[in-house]
C-alpha cells in the first residue's frame, strides 16, 4: 500500500529537517578528520556497477584498505559482506559515520548512493552507470522540487556537494563530453578512463570461457538446465527497453505481437529473456499470461510456458556481468546496448516512439547515428531483423561490423583495466601538488578553448631555447592538441591548478579567472589577442560596478602587458587601468606572416609557396581564388545568436563562384561563437570550407585573395602580410552607436572598401582590391613593429625580467 501523500506543511517541515541536517552535518566535518585508508562505496542498484569492479581492484592491491559499502537491506549486506567488505546501512548512524570519516567515496549515481549527509569535505569519484544515450537529468533540478528559500538554499548545498567530486569518470572522450554538460562542472573533473563495469564484459569478449560462465549463471538464475546438449544450444536474446520518467512504455506487445514472438521463439529454440529498467518493471508480465504478482519478486518469471523470461533487479541486481550469456540484445535507448557492443555481437533498435521519445526526454545524438541507420518500429519489424542478424549470413556480420564500431566510438579502451586506472588516479590525486606537475610554463590561449595565438607563438620560442623546461597547456577538450613536448591540462582539474599555482611563468592571452592570485616568484605575462578597434573593458559603453571592479582586480594580476602598437599601448592603459609594465614588441603570432611576406614595388607580397602551402593545408582547389570572412561576435545576443547571420554565405559562395573564375569562400567563427552554422552553411560543398575549428588562423590569411570581416582584430594581423581587405558592414551605425563603439575613426582609415550588400562584395571581390596609401598609412600606424621577430623579443624581454632562466635551457 502506497504512502498517503505529504501534505504543504509536512513536506516544508522535511525539507527544514534535511537543511538542518545538512547544516549540521557540514559543521562536522571541519572537525571530524578522515582517513586516507578508509574507503566507502555506494551503488543504487546494490552491490554492483563499476563501485565493485574499483573495490575489487582496491581489495586486491592493498589489504590495508578499510571498505566499507554502503546497503539498503540485508540481502545488499550479505553481498558485501561476502565480498570482504564491511557493510552498513546507508541511512544509519553507522553509514553516517562510515562516509563522514572516509578519505575517498565512490558512487555511481548519486549522492545517495552513501550518507548524503556525510560527503561535505570528502574527496569523491563519481562513476556514472553508463553511456548516456538520452539526454541525463541535472540532479539539482530533481533533488530540489518545491517552492521557498529552502529549496534556493537546497540547491546551493547539493551545488556545493557537486563541487567536491573530485573525479567523474567516463568510457570515452565523447561520453565525457555528456556529462560535463549535463553536470555543469569543469572539463577537468571529468575524464576518460574507460567504465570500471565494463571491464567484465571486456574480459569476457577476449575469453569465451568467461562468457560460457555468465550464460550458465543466466540460465541458473531463470532455473534453467545447464545442459543444453539434448535440444542443441539455445539462442537467449535479452530485451532491455528504457524507462520512460513513468510514463507508459509504448513497447509493450499486444497479445498477437506476444503470440508471434513465442512462436519465433520456439520455432528458432530461442529465449527471450526480458529485463526492464528497474523503475519500469511488470508491464510486460500480463502480456505474456504470468502476473508478476502471482510470484514470488525474487524469483524470475516465466512467462509463456518456456521460452519468455524476465530477469528482474531483484534477482540480478547489475546485469552487466551477466552480458556475455547473450546472443544479441533489443533495446530503444539503453546504454546496456553500448555496454554489449563490446563483445561484437548484434544489437537491435526498437523505437516505435522515436519521434516523441526526442522531443520529450532528448537524445544525445540522432538515434539513426548510433543504430547506423537500423531503427525497427514495430515487433514484426523487430523479429524479423533478429531472425536475420542470427542467421549467420550477410546480415550477421553487418551487425557484428556495427557493434564493433559503436563500441569503438564510446569506448576510447575497449580492452577493459578502468578499474585499475581509476583506482590509481585516485590515488595519484592524493598526491601533493608538487608530485604531479612540476614548475615550469603555464599557456592559456582563449580560455583554453584554443592552442593558438600569442601564447602559441612565445610557446614555440620557448621550447626552441628551453627544450627541458615542462610546458604545461590549458585546454578545455581532450581533442585539442599541443605542441610537442608540452603537457595538456584539462581546465578546472587539480593538475590545472596545481599547475597554474607552481608555474614561474604564465603566458594567457585572456583572464584568468578562479580567483587566481600570483604568487610571490610568479610573473604573468597578459600578451592578451588583437589591437583593439571596438572598446574594450572600462572604456566600453554602460559598464557597471561589478565590471569595473573585476576589471581593475583582473589587471593587476599582470606582471606585463603584450602590446601590437602604440594605439595598443595607449588603449590598453585607460581599458583597464593598467599601471604596470608594457612590453611593446609587435605580435608573436603575426612573426609567420611577416616571414611569408616580401617588399615589392606594388606593396608588400606573400611569398607564392607559403601561399601555395596555406592553401593545401585547407585543401583548396588548386586553381579557385579565395574570400577568407571572418566576423566577430555581437555582444548584445547571446550563444548562437551571437554569431553574425547578416551575411547569407552559402548565397555568397554560390554566386561568387563560376567555371571562368572558380572561388572558395573560408569561414572562420569568432571563438566565443565557433562555426558560422547559423546561417545554413552547406560546408564540405567544394565552396565553402569552415576554418573556425582550424588551428592556426594565419592558414586563411596566407591563402585569402581577398579578406573580409566586419570589425574583428583580425584585420590588423591581416595588414602584417598586406591581405587585401574589405570590410562587409550593413550594421554599422547599430554596432558603432550601440554595440561597442570604435577607439578610432574606423571609416576615414579603413585600408579597404566599406560594402553594404553581398552584391557590392561580390563586385569588390571580382574587381580585387589594390594596395593604397591608405593601406601603407594602416600598416605603419598598426603593425609597425611586426618584423617576423616579435617572439624572440619577448622572450629576451621575460629573461631579462628573470621570469625565464638567463642563456640557452640546452
Same mark, same amino acid.
Given at each position: 500500500?502506497?504512502?498517503? #501523500?505529504?501534505?504543504?506543511?509536512?513536506?516544508?517541515?522535511?525539507?527544514?529537517?534535511?537543511?538542518?541536517?545538512?547544516?549540521?552535518?557540514?559543521?562536522?566535518?571541519?572537525?571530524?578528520?578522515?582517513?586516507?585508508?578508509?574507503?566507502?562505496?555506494?551503488?543504487?542498484?546494490?552491490?554492483?556497477?563499476?563501485?565493485?569492479?574499483?573495490?575489487?581492484?582496491?581489495?586486491?592491491?592493498?589489504?590495508?584498505?578499510?571498505?566499507?559499502?554502503?546497503?539498503?537491506?540485508?540481502?545488499?549486506?550479505?553481498?558485501?559482506?561476502?565480498?570482504?567488505?564491511?557493510?552498513?546501512?546507508?541511512?544509519?548512524?553507522?553509514?553516517?559515520?562510515? $562516509?563522514?570519516?572516509?578519505?575517498?567515496?565512490?558512487?555511481?549515481?548519486?549522492?545517495?548512493?552513501?550518507?548524503?549527509?556525510?560527503?561535505?569535505?570528502?574527496?569523491?569519484?563519481?562513476?556514472?552507470?553508463?553511456?548516456?544515450?538520452?539526454?541525463?537529468?541535472?540532479?539539482?533540478?530533481?533533488?530540489?522540487? !518545491?517552492?521557498?528559500?529552502?529549496?534556493?538554499?537546497?540547491?546551493?548545498?547539493? %551545488?556545493?556537494?557537486?563541487?567536491?567530486?573530485?573525479?567523474?569518470?567516463?568510457?570515452?572522450?565523447?561520453?565525457?563530453?555528456?556529462? /560535463?554538460?549535463? +553536470?555543469?562542472?569543469?572539463?577537468?573533473?571529468?575524464?576518460?578512463?574507460?567504465?570500471?563495469?565494463?571491464?567484465?564484459?571486456?574480459?569476457?569478449?577476449?575469453? /569465451?570461457?568467461?562468457?560460457?560462465?555468465?550464460?550458465?549463471?543466466?540460465?541458473?538464475?531463470?532455473?534453467?538446465?545447464?545442459?543444453?546438449?539434448?535440444?542443441?544450444?539455445?539462442?537467449?536474446?535479452?530485451?532491455?527497453?528504457?524507462? %520512460?520518467?513513468?510514463?507508459?512504455?509504448?513497447?509493450?506487445?499486444? #497479445?498477437?505481437?506476444?503470440?508471434?514472438?513465442?512462436?519465433?521463439?520456439?520455432?528458432?529454440?530461442?529465449?527471450?529473456?526480458?529485463?526492464?529498467?528497474?523503475?519500469?518493471?511488470?508491464?510486460?508480465?500480463?502480456?505474456?499470461?504470468?502476473?508478476?504478482?502471482?510470484?514470488?519478486?525474487?524469483?524470475?518469471?516465466?512467462?509463456?510456458?518456456?521460452?519468455?523470461? @524476465?530477469?528482474?533487479?531483484?534477482?540480478?541486481?547489475?546485469?552487466?556481468?551477466?552480458?556475455?550469456?547473450?546472443?544479441?540484445v533489443i533495446t530503444d535507448y539503453s546504454s546496456i546496448a553500448i555496454d554489449f557492443a563490446l563483445l561484437a555481437r548484434p544489437i537491435v533498435w526498437f523505437a516505435p516512439d522515436l519521434m516523441e521519445y526526442s522531443l520529450s526526454r532528448g537524445l544525445y545524438e540522432p538515434l539513426e547515428i548510433t543504430s547506423a541507420g537500423r531503427i525497427q518500429r514495430t515487433w514484426s519489424e523487430s523479429i524479423?531483423?533478429?531472425?536475420?542478424?542470427?542467421?549467420?549470413?550477410?546480415?550477421?556480420?553487418?551487425?557484428?561490423?556495427?557493434?564493433?564500431?559503436?563500441?569503438?566510438?564510446?569506448?576510447?579502451?575497449?580492452?577493459?583495466?578502468?578499474?585499475?586506472?581509476?583506482?590509481?588516479?585516485?590515488?595519484?590525486?592524493?598526491?601533493?601538488?608538487?608530485?604531479?606537475?612540476?614548475?615550469?610554463?603555464?599557456?592559456?590561449?582563449?580560455?583554453?578553448?584554443?592552442?593558438?595565438?600569442?601564447?602559441?607563438?612565445?610557446?614555440?620560442?620557448?621550447?626552441?631555447?628551453?627544450?627541458?623546461?615542462? %610546458?604545461?597547456?590549458?585546454?578545455?577538450?581532450?581533442?585539442?592538441?599541443?605542441?610537442?613536448?608540452?603537457?595538456?591540462?584539462?581546465?578546472?582539474?587539480?593538475?590545472?591548478?596545481?599547475?597554474?599555482?607552481?608555474?614561474?611563468?604564465?603566458?594567457?592571452?585572456?583572464?584568468?579567472?578562479?580567483?587566481?592570485?600570483?604568487?610571490?616568484?610568479?610573473?604573468?605575462?597578459?600578451? &592578451?589577442?588583437?589591437?583593439?578597434?571596438?572598446?574594450?573593458?572600462?572604456?566600453?559603453?554602460?559598464?557597471?560596478?561589478?565590471?569595473?571592479?573585476?576589471?581593475?582586480?583582473?589587471?593587476?594580476? &599582470?606582471?606585463?602587458?603584450?602590446?601590437? +602598437?602604440?594605439?595598443?599601448?595607449?588603449?590598453?592603459?585607460?581599458?583597464?587601468?593598467?599601471?604596470?609594465?608594457?612590453?611593446?614588441?609587435?605580435?608573436?603570432?603575426?612573426?609567420?606572416?611577416?616571414?611569408?611576406?616580401?617588399?615589392?614595388?606594388?606593396?608588400?607580397?606573400?611569398?607564392?609557396?607559403?601561399?601555395?602551402?596555406?592553401?593545401? @593545408?585547407?585543401?583548396?582547389?588548386?586553381?579557385?581564388?579565395?574570400?577568407?570572412?571572418?566576423?566577430?561576435?555581437?555582444?548584445?545576443?547571446?550563444?548562437?545568436?551571437?554569431?553574425?547571420?547578416?551575411?547569407?554565405?552559402?548565397?555568397?559562395?554560390?554566386?561568387?563562384? $563560376?567555371?571562368?573564375?572558380?572561388?572558395?569562400?573560408? @569561414?572562420?567563427?569568432?571563438?566565443?561563437? !565557433?562555426?558560422?552554422?547559423?546561417?545554413?552553411?552547406?560546408?564540405?560543398?567544394?565552396?565553402?570550407?569552415?576554418?573556425?575549428?582550424?588551428?592556426?588562423?594565419?592558414?586563411?590569411?596566407?591563402?585569402?585573395?581577398?579578406?573580409?570581416?566586419?570589425?574583428?582584430?583580425?584585420?590588423?594581423?591581416?595588414?602584417?602580410?598586406?591581405?587585401?581587405?574589405?570590410?562587409?558592414?550593413?550594421?554599422?551605425?547599430?554596432? /558603432?552607436?550601440?554595440?561597442? !563603439?570604435?577607439?578610432?575613426?574606423?571609416?576615414?582609415?579603413?585600408?579597404?572598401?566599406?560594402?553594404?550588400?553581398?552584391?557590392?562584395?561580390?563586385?569588390?571581390?571580382?574587381?580585387?582590391?589594390?594596395?593604397?596609401?591608405?593601406?601603407?598609412?594602416?600598416?605603419? /600606424?598598426?603593425?609597425?613593429?611586426?618584423?617576423?621577430?616579435?617572439?624572440?623579443?619577448?622572450?629576451?624581454?621575460?629573461?631579462?625580467?628573470?621570469?625565464?632562466?638567463?642563456?640557452?635551457?640546452?
Amino acid at each position: 500500500m502506497s504512502a498517503a #501523500p505529504k501534505s504543504p506543511m509536512q513536506a516544508a517541515f522535511a525539507r527544514f529537517v534535511t537543511l538542518a541536517t545538512y547544516a549540521i552535518s557540514v559543521l562536522a566535518s571541519w572537525f571530524v578528520p578522515r582517513r586516507a585508508s578508509r574507503w566507502v562505496f555506494g551503488s543504487w542498484v546494490g552491490v554492483g556497477e563499476g563501485a565493485l569492479a574499483v573495490a575489487r581492484v582496491l581489495r586486491a592491491s592493498d589489504p590495508d584498505a578499510e571498505i566499507f559499502w554502503t546497503v539498503a537491506d540485508d540481502a545488499e549486506a550479505e553481498l558485501a559482506e561476502a565480498e570482504g567488505f564491511t557493510a552498513v546501512r546507508r541511512s544509519s548512524w553507522a553509514g553516517f559515520v562510515a $562516509t563522514l570519516t572516509a578519505g575517498n567515496i565512490v558512487i555511481t549515481h548519486g549522492y545517495g548512493d552513501v550518507n548524503r549527509f556525510g560527503i561535505a569535505g570528502a574527496s569523491i569519484t563519481h562513476l556514472g552507470h553508463g553511456v548516456p544515450l538520452k539526454r541525463l537529468h541535472h540532479h539539482l533540478a530533481r533533488s530540489t522540487d !518545491g517552492p521557498g528559500f529552502a529549496k534556493s538554499i537546497l540547491r546551493r548545498i547539493y %551545488r556545493l556537494g557537486a563541487e567536491r567530486v573530485q573525479l567523474y569518470v567516463t568510457a570515452s572522450v565523447t561520453v565525457a563530453e555528456r556529462v /560535463r554538460s549535463a +553536470n555543469g562542472v569543469l572539463p577537468g573533473r571529468v575524464q576518460a578512463l574507460g567504465d570500471p563495469r565494463d571491464d567484465i564484459v571486456a574480459a569476457q569478449a577476449r575469453d /569465451r570461457t568467461l562468457a560460457e560462465a555468465a550464460r550458465l549463471r543466466v540460465r541458473e538464475l531463470l532455473e534453467l538446465p545447464a545442459d543444453e546438449t539434448a535440444s542443441g544450444r539455445e539462442r537467449l536474446v535479452l530485451y532491455a527497453p528504457t524507462w %520512460r520518467d513513468g510514463a507508459a512504455d509504448p513497447v509493450v506487445p499486444t #497479445p498477437e505481437e506476444a503470440m508471434a514472438i513465442s512462436a519465433w521463439l520456439a520455432a528458432n529454440g530461442a529465449r527471450l529473456v526480458i529485463r526492464s529498467h528497474p523503475m519500469g518493471s511488470g508491464a510486460y508480465d500480463a502480456v505474456f499470461g504470468t502476473s508478476q504478482s502471482d510470484a514470488d519478486d525474487a524469483a524470475p518469471v516465466d512467462l509463456a510456458g518456456s521460452r519468455v523470461h @524476465t530477469l528482474p533487479a531483484s534477482l540480478a541486481p547489475d546485469i552487466t556481468p551477466l552480458l556475455g550469456a547473450f546472443d544479441a540484445v533489443i533495446t530503444d535507448y539503453s546504454s546496456i546496448a553500448i555496454d554489449f557492443a563490446l563483445l561484437a555481437r548484434p544489437i537491435v533498435w526498437f523505437a516505435p516512439d522515436l519521434m516523441e521519445y526526442s522531443l520529450s526526454r532528448g537524445l544525445y545524438e540522432p538515434l539513426e547515428i548510433t543504430s547506423a541507420g537500423r531503427i525497427q518500429r514495430t515487433w514484426s519489424e523487430s523479429i524479423e531483423r533478429l531472425d536475420a542478424v542470427l542467421a549467420g549470413g550477410a546480415a550477421t556480420r553487418q551487425a557484428e561490423a556495427d557493434a564493433r564500431e559503436l563500441a569503438a566510438r564510446f569506448h576510447d579502451v575497449p580492452a577493459g583495466g578502468a578499474a585499475a586506472r581509476v583506482l590509481a588516479e585516485i590515488r595519484r590525486l592524493a598526491l601533493p601538488a608538487a608530485e604531479r606537475v612540476s614548475e615550469g610554463v603555464f599557456f592559456e590561449s582563449f580560455e583554453g578553448r584554443q592552442v593558438s595565438c600569442n601564447p602559441l607563438a612565445i610557446d614555440g620560442e620557448i621550447a626552441r631555447r628551453y627544450p627541458e623546461l615542462p %610546458r604545461y597547456w590549458s585546454v578545455t577538450s581532450e581533442r585539442i592538441e599541443v605542441p610537442e613536448g608540452a603537457t595538456p591540462l584539462l581546465v578546472g582539474g587539480s593538475d590545472w591548478f596545481a599547475a597554474r599555482k607552481l608555474a614561474r611563468l604564465l603566458v594567457v592571452n585572456d583572464w584568468l579567472r578562479f580567483g587566481f592570485t600570483r604568487g610571490r616568484r610568479q610573473f604573468v605575462l597578459q600578451t &592578451w589577442h588583437g589591437t583593439m578597434l571596438k572598446h574594450l573593458a572600462l572604456t566600453r559603453p554602460k559598464t557597471g560596478l561589478q565590471t569595473r571592479i573585476a576589471t581593475r582586480r583582473e589587471s593587476r594580476r &599582470w606582471s606585463a602587458l603584450l602590446s601590437q +602598437n602604440p594605439h595598443s599601448t595607449e588603449q590598453f592603459r585607460a581599458s583597464y587601468a593598467y599601471r604596470g609594465e608594457i612590453l611593446e614588441t609587435g605580435y608573436p603570432r603575426d612573426d609567420r606572416l611577416a616571414r611569408a611576406t616580401v617588399p615589392s614595388p606594388s606593396g608588400p607580397e606573400r611569398i607564392s609557396i607559403l601561399q601555395a602551402a596555406a592553401r593545401r @593545408t585547407l585543401s583548396i582547389p588548386e586553381r579557385a581564388r579565395v574570400l577568407a570572412y571572418a566576423p566577430t561576435w555581437r555582444e548584445t545576443r547571446r550563444g548562437a545568436a551571437a554569431a553574425p547571420d547578416l551575411l547569407d554565405v552559402a548565397d555568397l559562395a554560390a554566386r561568387l563562384d $563560376t567555371a571562368d573564375d572558380p572561388w572558395v569562400v573560408v @569561414t572562420r567563427g569568432h571563438t566565443r561563437v !565557433g562555426a558560422l552554422g547559423g546561417v545554413g552553411l552547406p560546408i564540405g560543398s567544394g565552396r565553402i570550407i569552415d576554418a573556425s575549428h582550424h588551428p592556426d588562423v594565419n592558414d586563411m590569411l596566407l591563402a585569402a585573395d581577398l579578406f573580409v570581416t566586419d570589425y574583428s582584430s583580425t584585420m590588423f594581423d591581416a595588414a602584417v602580410a598586406a591581405v587585401p581587405m574589405a570590410f562587409y558592414v550593413p550594421d554599422l551605425e547599430d554596432y /558603432r552607436d550601440r554595440e561597442r !563603439g570604435f577607439t578610432f575613426d574606423f571609416e576615414a582609415s579603413a585600408p579597404g572598401p566599406l560594402v553594404r550588400t553581398a552584391d557590392e562584395l561580390i563586385e569588390v571581390a571580382r574587381a580585387g582590391v589594390p594596395y593604397s596609401e591608405d593601406y601603407a598609412a594602416w600598416r605603419e /600606424r598598426f603593425v609597425p613593429h611586426d618584423d617576423g621577430r616579435a617572439a624572440e623579443r619577448v622572450v629576451d624581454a621575460l629573461v631579462e625580467r628573470g621570469a625565464l632562466p638567463s642563456g640557452s635551457g640546452t
